[in-house]
């Protein structure tokens, strides 16, 4: 919130895992964004994948308005079998959840969002891949992607 307790607008951040802790990399980089993001005096959700079964961290709760955790998708060795022989990245389907693209749709559509800030490769395909969101959400707010570490 600004200074005078208004917002400055809405951001809702897609993350590949729970940016606490943020003791390096990924999760450093995603947390101290969503801080500098809710410092500007914008209102910060967030969706991500994590273990339910654990309570959301103080230093998370203290910048969301709204959390999502969704759990990890497992995929097994012959759905990696099956990625692999036909070409396709693993990138592409590792997070493949129809959970996780269930629960972000409602938050769009229950909600307005000003930006829509995608973490990872891993998470376009929510995105651009088969089970994209509709393309009434885009419409909505401008989205971007961030790519960490791209594989060769």
């Given at each position: 919130m600004s200074?005078?307790?208004?917002?400055?607008?809405?951001?809702?951040?897609v993350m590949p895992q729970m940016p606490w802790p943020a003791t390096q990399g990924t999760a450093?980089?995603?947390?101290h964004l969503m801080k500098a993001?809710?410092?500007a005096g914008f209102e910060v959700d967030l969706i991500a994948f994590g273990d339910t079964r654990?309570?959301?961290p103080v230093e998370i709760a203290a910048l969301c308005r709204v959390?999502?955790?969704?759990?990890?998708?497992?995929?097994s060795l012959v759905a990696r079998l099956r990625t692999?022989?036909?070409?396709?990245?693993d990138l592409a389907w590792r997070l493949s959840s129809p959970e996780f693209s269930s629960?972000?749709?409602?938050?769009?559509?229950?909600r307005e969002y000003d930006v829509v800030q995608?973490?990872?490769?891993?998470m376009a395909g929510f995105l651009l891949g088969p089970g994209a969101l509709r393309r009434e959400a885009w419409d909505r707010a401008p989205w971007t992607l961030v790519g960490h570490r791209a594989p060769r």
């Amino acid at each position: 919130m600004s200074g005078d307790g208004t917002t400055t607008g809405r951001v809702l951040f897609v993350m590949p895992q729970m940016p606490w802790p943020a003791t390096q990399g990924t999760a450093l980089r995603n947390f101290h964004l969503m801080k500098a993001v809710a410092d500007a005096g914008f209102e910060v959700d967030l969706i991500a994948f994590g273990d339910t079964r654990l309570s959301i961290p103080v230093e998370i709760a203290a910048l969301c308005r709204v959390i999502e955790i969704v759990p990890v998708p497992m995929r097994s060795l012959v759905a990696r079998l099956r990625t692999f022989l036909a070409g396709e990245p693993d990138l592409a389907w590792r997070l493949s959840s129809p959970e996780f693209s269930s629960r972000l749709d409602s938050m769009l559509r229950e909600r307005e969002y000003d930006v829509v800030q995608i973490e990872g490769f891993e998470m376009a395909g929510f995105l651009l891949g088969p089970g994209a969101l509709r393309r009434e959400a885009w419409d909505r707010a401008p989205w971007t992607l961030v790519g960490h570490r791209a594989p060769r």
